[in-house]
Structures are given as C-alpha cells and as structure tokens.
C-alpha cells in the first residue's frame, strides 16, 4: 500500500516538476512534496506504526525518493537560475578580433572649420560664435544696412513670424536667421573692448535656388579685427597667412573694390587658385582666382552702432563662404553634397 503511494507521489511530483518554470513556482512544488503538511511528511510519520518487516522495505523507499525529490529541485533551481544563461554557447573566445564599429566621420565642413580653429587659434584669435536666429538690429541695422536695401528682402532673408522685444526701446523686432555670420560683429563688440582679433564660423541661410554652386544654409567664417591701427596691410598679411597655412602653398590675395555697408572701404576678395595656383584651369574658370567673399574697414557706423567712440578705433573684417574653401581643399565639385546626408559622400573624408 505506502509502497504503491510513494511510487504515485514520486511519479507525478516529476510531471509536476517539468511545469515549475521560475523559482517561485518551484518553492511551491517544494512545499507541496517536502513541506510539513505534505502526504509525504504523512507517510513518514506513520513508519513508525508498521511492521519492522514493512519498515524495512517501506523505510529507505521512502527516504530513497524524499532524496530523490529534494535534489530534483535543487538541480532544476540551479538551472532556473542560470536559465538563459548557456555556457556553452556564451563561452568567450577572447583571442576572436573584436566586430568593428563604425566610428562615423566627420562632415568636410567640419573639418575644415577645425582646421580653419587651429590655424587663427595659434595666431592668437578668439573663435565667438552668435545665434542662428538672429533679431533684425544685429542682422542689419548694427551693420548700417539701410532700411530698404534689397538684403533685408523676402527673396534673401527667411523672416519668421515670431518677433522680439528690442533690447533698446522696447519696440517689437522682426526675427530673421541670419544671413551673414557679419550679424554677430556688433554682439561681440558690445561685450567687448578693443584690441581684439575673432573669428566667427557658423550656418547662414539665404532664401535662393539652389544649383551645384549655390546652397540656402551654408557656411561662413566671419573675422573680425579692432584695434587702433588696424589697416587694410594687416588684412591682407593675416588673410594670406591663414590662407598658404591653410592649403600648404603660397596663396596670393587680391583686393578689388566693392561696396558692403558695413565697411569702408570694401572689397571683393580673391586668392590665387589653388588647383594652377594662378596659371588659369578649369577650377577657377580659367581666370586663376578664386572669389572667396567681402572684406574691408569696419564702418565707424558700425563702431556707433556698438557704443564705440567714433572715430577712436579701426578695424577690418571679411566673410568668406566655407563651402567654397572645403570644395577647392577637398576637390568637392557640388555645394549640395554637404548637406545631403549621403554617407557615400561622407565616407570619403
Ligand atoms: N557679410 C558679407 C556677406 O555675407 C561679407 C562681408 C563680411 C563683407 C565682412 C565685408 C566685411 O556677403
């Protein structure tokens, strides 16, 4: 009788083992087959009220299986502790190379901005920066752009509807993003005292069609130097050195006349080719410079418009497109590549 009972409870307590599928489940089973009130504890008990012969028989079966089920469980807790865990296939061969992750690359703007940073670092500039969204006064009024100059235009400027509280006077102020990195000279000089020496590199956007040479976002790097006896020498020694510094060769500047508001005198500034280095070949059109951008004297509007003294100090600055000095660096032939998001482009760099 116990004998066929302990047989019955041995046998469905591994049916019932198999279904015990977390530890939880298991101290239950534990409970049921093992605990004080389990039928087992019962059969137990009641040995001492058999037979010595039943006793002998009944006796170790019974200690046989209770064994039996206590090490079932404690080898199915070991491996529900370990569930999902394999060993064998988590085993680590640290002497495999390793996967390799892709590291990124840094887009040729970037790059060069970098280059263009450590060149005018060493030189002793300041780099500043200035907002993307930039109010109407630093855009244009600061920079002595009259009021009804076609820059400040729908077709260039991208206006937004929000406006701003003018600092000043209180009055509403439109919001543009700026259109020239030139928009953070008077921010600058109104924290500061002259001499100084910056360099501003930074995203402008222009509103206009965009073709292998023409973008709506796109990079400038502004400079800007106040002294006392700043001149237009100074200008062209310091744009020359960047420049041979820059593209590793003597790089030649040329001033031609031209007109920006914000400076007086103003030039459009180019620099010998750098694929002929001024013979004339495809990459300049044939006619050896390259058109970088503007330059010229800081306007004593400026200075005004900044809270400077009038006439007290002098000071040059330019604007020069980046775009244009990463295509000739890197031999990049469309402006739009850039910004594409194109990883093939990327990749390259
Ligand atoms: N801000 C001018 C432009 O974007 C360039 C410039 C900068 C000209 C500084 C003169 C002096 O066209």
Same mark, same amino acid.
């Given at each position: 009788?116990?004998?066929?009972?302990?047989?019955?409870?041995?046998?469905?307590?591994?049916?019932?083992?198999?279904?015990?599928?977390?530890?939880?489940?298991?101290?239950?089973?534990?409970?049921?087959?093992?605990?004080?009130?389990?039928?087992?504890?019962?059969?137990?008990?009641?040995?001492?009220?058999?037979?010595?012969?039943?006793?002998?028989?009944?006796?170790?079966?019974?200690?046989?299986?209770?064994?039996?089920?206590?090490?079932?469980?404690?080898?199915?807790?070991?491996?529900?502790?370990?569930?999902?865990?394999?060993?064998?296939?988590?085993?680590?061969?640290?002497?495999?190379?390793?996967? %390799?992750?892709?590291?990124? !690359?840094?887009? +040729?703007?970037?790059? #060069? &901005?970098?280059?263009?940073?450590?060149?005018?670092? $060493?030189?002793?500039?300041?780099?500043?920066?200035?907002?993307?969204?930039?109010?109407?006064?630093?855009?244009?009024?600061?920079?002595?752009?009259?009021?009804?100059?076609?820059?400040?235009?729908?077709?260039?400027?991208?206006?937004?509807?929000?406006?701003?509280?003018?600092?000043?006077?209180?009055?509403?102020?439109?919001?543009?993003?700026?259109?020239?990195?030139?928009?953070?000279?008077? %921010?600058?000089?109104?924290? !500061?005292?002259? +001499?100084?020496?910056? #360099? &501003?590199?930074?995203?402008?956007?222009?509103?206009? $069609?965009?073709?292998?040479?023409?973008?709506?976002?796109?990079?400038?790097?502004?400079?800007?130097?106040?002294?006392?006896?700043?001149?237009?020498?100074?200008?062209?020694?310091?744009?020359?050195?960047?420049?041979?510094?820059?593209?590793?060769?003597?790089?030649?500047?040329?001033?031609?006349?031209?007109?920006?508001?914000?400076?007086?005198?103003?030039?459009?500034?180019?620099?010998?080719?750098?694929?002929?280095?001024?013979?004339?070949?495809?990459?300049?059109?044939?006619?050896?410079?390259?058109?970088?951008?503007?330059?010229?004297?800081?306007?004593?509007?400026?200075?005004?418009?900044?809270?400077?003294?009038?006439?007290?100090?002098?000071?040059?600055?330019?604007?020069?497109?980046?775009?244009?000095?990463?295509?000739?660096?890197?031999?990049?032939?469309?402006?739009?590549?850039?910004?594409?998001?194109?990883?093939?482009?990327?990749?390259?760099?």
């Amino acid at each position: 009788m116990q004998k066929e009972k302990i047989e019955g409870i041995r046998k469905q307590f591994f049916v019932d083992l198999e279904t015990a599928g977390n530890e939880a489940e298991l101290f239950d089973l534990e409970k049921k087959y093992l605990g004080r009130k389990s039928e087992f504890t019962e059969i137990m008990k009641s040995l001492g009220s058999l037979s010595a012969e039943d006793k002998k028989v009944v006796g170790p079966l019974a200690n046989g299986a209770r064994k039996e089920i206590s090490d079932a469980i404690e080898v199915k807790r070991t491996a529900l502790r370990n569930k999902g865990f394999d060993f064998e296939s988590e085993k680590i061969d640290i002497t495999i190379p390793g996967n %390799k992750r892709g590291a990124g !690359h840094l887009n +040729p703007i970037s790059l #060069i &901005v970098n280059d263009i940073q450590d060149i005018f670092t $060493a030189m002793g500039f300041e780099v500043s920066d200035g907002p993307e969204i930039e109010t109407e006064f630093y855009n244009f009024d600061a920079l002595n752009i009259p009021e009804h100059h076609p820059a400040r235009d729908m077709q260039d400027t991208f206006w937004l509807k929000q406006a701003a509280k003018n600092k000043k006077n209180g009055s509403e102020e439109r919001l543009s993003m700026r259109s020239q990195t030139s928009a953070a000279q008077v %921010k600058y000089m109104e924290q !500061h005292t002259p +001499p100084f020496k910056i #360099i &501003v590199p930074g995203k402008v956007f222009r509103s206009e $069609a965009t073709d292998s040479t023409h973008e709506h976002t796109f990079y400038q790097f502004e400079s800007l130097v106040v002294g006392e006896n700043i001149n237009v020498g100074n200008l062209k020694f310091v744009a020359q050195e960047f420049f041979s510094l820059l593209f590793k060769q003597d790089v030649k500047v040329r001033l031609r006349p031209s007109y920006f508001p914000f400076v007086e005198p103003g030039f459009e500034f180019d620099i010998t080719c750098t694929v002929c280095h001024g013979k004339g070949c495809k990459a300049c059109r044939y006619g050896g410079w390259l058109e970088l951008g503007g330059a010229g004297m800081v306007n004593q509007n400026v200075f005004e418009a900044a809270g400077y003294p009038r006439g007290k100090y002098t000071g040059f600055a330019w604007g020069f497109g980046l775009e244009r000095l990463a295509m000739m660096k890197y031999k990049i032939d469309d402006v739009r590549l850039f910004h594409s998001g194109d990883l093939r482009f990327i990749r390259q760099f």
